[in-house]
């Protein structure tokens, strides 16, 4: 959940297309009219919106497509960030005329990122928009950072210390492709910094999800992290000797800055003994590197270097989890390498492997075979089919530490006494009263629902409460649970119980609301400060969109099986209940709203999909229902394009609060969303502005946001991305569709934004029958994980211990 520039190249703009990917694919055409259903007024007769509003209905086009319907080829509408990758995308391509900025795009079988990669969202914050380089690295160096990040972003530093090459290697390697224009290539990355732009999404979907052989014992939960400080800014004389080395290669110096904060004070060092160290850049794509190696190298820099295959394998593995994933499939990895000119990708993965950069797993893909089942354990002629798999230590160690925190509480043994069984009975649906039921006699329980199952583990909660347990309930964003805790703020030390003496949380039952949005890293720490004796319930609906960091934790847990699963059976009531559990089946079904509950409003163009979303929110819905403006939320696919966010907010900003924004693009009164750090949209208004920065009313609670960080951490928020609504609802909902935008489709995110609205959803429908082709026919795509089989693996070993 993340800012945004306010102001893109025209490439940039356009949604079908993700932003700043040199590799996205040209744009789609527009999708075809839409028409309009009887009863209702024509899109393109300029009438009031509130006419579409006199006629309720169910989603345009709702009428299923056939199977022999080809997949649309889904163009990302944001910045690449944690997101997911899709089934039958490949890794980056190689180097090309796109990556050096001088040619057309390549168009690969899936060129960008899903509109639910919206984690772009979050990733914005760490580079921002617009801003120049410098300001960019400060955004990345000056928020304060999670307990969990703070400890993985040590231990990758130290490991980088320790892996460093000691000396430059002398021998001549084989001179690689005829790169040039170095200089222009490294321009091309500047002017990406200074845009906030995104390097182009990379995908390894080709790796499905699976278990993996875990460690045979559990290690002992780490103790909880140190709260957490900014990283210091690098020195004067740091950027001084990188932008001397910069100069020798050609680069912009305006990388400077961004590079002394991402490699450290020896980022001089560093980057002279081996070039290809300019990836850790966000916005450097690897001919762009390639091109400044050559320059300090000469021609012997080739692909086959080992310092560049090393820097590469890392690379590409930090995109994967850009996308999701924890690990990849070697195969996949070296396919990935071989595209980007490696010439023999198995010796260079080896390498990677040997030196330490990397870690390998094999993860056993079923019982062993050449032997018969009863002895295979004892014979040596048994084989064990494996798959390989390849990731960093940073998610590795946390995926694993996450696994045994998770089976050292489902491993607690409780007391199930009477007056659980009569808080049980005194529960206010039957469903709620299974979770007490499973609650007193488990560590760990999970609870899948909808909007209306919520009040279940609220009601858990209360009966704990009553039986004198000190609880807290957390949820994703604030309000989202009946206590103003956030898994965030509960993280960090400013929400929630505190922690003792021993760094853990000082609860006896910990109930996570929204739990689909758990990435590994958050997921790790927050069971870590769980102590034994206490109780943990991972609660949420598994048909939202999914964490903006890299792991499915929630998902993986359900998959694993290891712990009591309780499935509400409270449905979600009417109109928008019925139409959004069927999307959760891959049904866009037309549903019967007679209080106007739901409202299909069919647009022709890009440019009338935004000025009837301007008249719903302004107009419309607030004389129909008498829903204030401010609380009518409009979300869109992606940020970029003529009818994004972006141009959305501009729209309505005009409309509902006009000003000259005079604070850096904002004025008192601005709606806005404020992302203090990765994965985290806060809704916010503006108060004003000073020197000290810009003054945020968020809830009640006052914020000010540095003014070196406003254009990487606010943007407009009167329209947010799906990914920036999860974990929160309105009172009403505009989804605007426009036709550019149906090839970013999906059921997932169908799924979220067609939630998020309480009371009344207007779909602005522009994409005609790629909603219910994104609704039948493309499901949340895979990450390729390791907690599944971690878990099952632990689980295994528990039961298998001598008595």
Not at 437 to 448: C, E, F
Request: with cysteine.
């Amino acid at each position: 959940m993340s800012t945004d520039p306010q102001a893109d190249t025209a490439a940039a703009e356009d949604p079908a297309t993700p932003e700043a990917d040199p590799s996205a694919a040209a744009e789609p055409e527009a999708a075809p009219e839409a028409t309009p259903e009887p009863g209702r007024a024509d899109a393109g007769s300029g009438a009031d919106a509130e006419a579409d509003l006199a006629a309720a209905g169910s989603p345009a086009g709702a009428d299923r497509t056939e199977p022999g319907d080809a997949r649309a080829t889904e163009h990302g509408a944001e910045p690449p960030a944690p997101g997911r990758g899709g089934e039958g995308e490949s890794p980056a391509g190689p180097a090309s005329e796109a990556d050096l900025g001088t040619g057309p795009a390549p168009t690969d079988d899936a060129a960008g990122s899903e509109a639910g990669s919206e984690a772009d969202a979050d990733a914005d914050a760490a580079a921002g928009p617009e801003g120049t380089a410098e300001q960019a690295a400060e955004a990345q160096a000056a928020p304060a950072l999670s307990e969990a990040q703070a400890e993985l972003a040590a231990q990758k530093i130290e490991r980088e210390r320790i892996a460093r090459r000691k000396a430059e290697r002398e021998a001549p390697v084989e001179a690689g492709a005829k790169l040039s224009g170095k200089a222009a290539d490294l321009l091309a990355a500047v002017r990406a910094v200074e845009s906030g732009e995104k390097p182009s999404p990379v995908y390894f979907d080709e790796a499905p999800a699976a278990p993996r052989r875990p460690s045979p014992a559990p290690a002992a939960p780490r103790p909880a992290a140190p709260a957490a400080v900014a990283a210091p800014a690098p020195s004067a004389d740091t950027v001084e000797g990188v932008r001397a080395v910069l100069a020798r290669g050609g680069a912009p110096e305006a990388l400077a800055a961004p590079a002394a904060a991402a490699l450290g004070e020896d980022a001089a060092g560093q980057l002279t003994e081996n070039p290809w160290r300019l990836l850790s850049l966000p916005a450097v794509r690897p001919a762009q590197a390639d091109g400044f190696a050559r320059a300090l190298l000469g021609p012997g820099a080739g692909p086959g270097d080992e310092r560049r295959t090393t820097v590469l394998v890392g690379w590409l593995l930090a995109q994967a989890g850009l996308k999701g994933h924890t690990a990849l499939e070697a195969p996949v990895l070296e396919k990935a390498l071989a595209q980007y000119g490696v010439p023999d990708p198995a010796e260079a993965l080896e390498e990677a492997i040997a030196e330490g950069s990397v870690l390998v797993f094999h993860e056993p893909l079923g019982p062993p075979v050449g032997a018969d089942a009863r002895d295979a354990e004892d014979t040596e002629d048994a084989a064990q089919p494996v798959r390989l798999l390849v990731g960093l230590e940073g998610a590795a160690m946390a995926e694993e530490s996450l696994a045994d925190g998770l089976a050292r509480l489902a491993a607690g043994t409780f007391d199930a006494t009477g007056d659980w069984e009569r808080a049980a009975g005194s529960a206010p649906s039957p469903s709620a009263a299974e979770l007490i039921r499973a609650v007193a006699g488990h560590g760990l329980v999970t609870h899948t629902g909808g909007e209306a199952a919520r009040a279940e583990p609220v009601a858990l909660a209360a009966a704990a409460r009553d039986l004198g347990l000190r609880v807290c309930v957390a949820a994703h964003a604030p309000g989202g649970g009946p206590d103003p805790v956030t898994v965030a703020g509960l993280l960090s030390g400013a929400e929630g119980p505190g922690r003792d003496a021993d760094g853990q949380f000082a609860l006896d039952l910990l109930v996570v609301l929204d739990a689909p949005q758990l990435d590994v890293e958050a997921a790790a720490a927050l069971v870590e400060s769980v102590p034994d004796g206490a109780r943990l319930v991972l609660s949420g609906d598994p048909g939202v969109l999914g964490s903006a960091g890299a792991g499915r934790v929630f998902a993986d847990v359900l998959a694993a099986r290891t712990c009591p699963q309780l499935v509400s059976r409270t449905p979600d009531p009417g109109p928008l209940g019925e139409l959004v559990s069927g999307i959760g089946i891959g049904e866009l079904n037309q549903v019967d709203a007679p209080g106007k509950e739901v409202v299909i409003v069919p647009v022709k163009d890009a440019g009338e999909a935004v000025h009837r979303a301007v008249q719903l929110v302004a107009e419309s819905v607030p004389r129909a229902f008498g829903i204030p403006a401010d609380q009518v939320q409009v979300i869109a696919p992606g940020h970029g394009g003529s009818a994004g966010t972006r141009a959305l907010n501009v729209a309505l900003k005009e409309r509902l609060n006009p000003g000259p924004g005079r604070f850096g693009g904002f004025d008192p009164g601005d709606r806005v969303v404020h992302v203090p750090s990765a994965g985290r949209a806060l809704a916010a208004r503006v108060v004003s502005a000073d020197a000290e920065g810009l003054h945020l009313d968020r809830s009640g609670a006052r914020v000010v946001v540095p003014k070196e960080l406003v254009e990487s951490q606010v943007r407009h928020g009167w329209a947010v991305t799906a990914h920036q609504a999860v974990g929160t609802r309105w009172p009403a909902v505009v989804v605007v569709l426009p036709g550019d935008a149906a090839q970013a489709l999906s059921r997932d995110w169908v799924y979220t934004a067609f939630g998020r609205g309480e009371r009344h959803l207007s779909v602005v429908h522009g994409v005609d029958q790629a909603l219910p082709h994104a609704v039948a026919e493309v499901p949340a795509k895979p990450r390729t994980t390791r907690l599944t089989g971690l878990l099952t693996a632990l689980a295994t070993a528990g039961t298998q211990q001598p008595e």
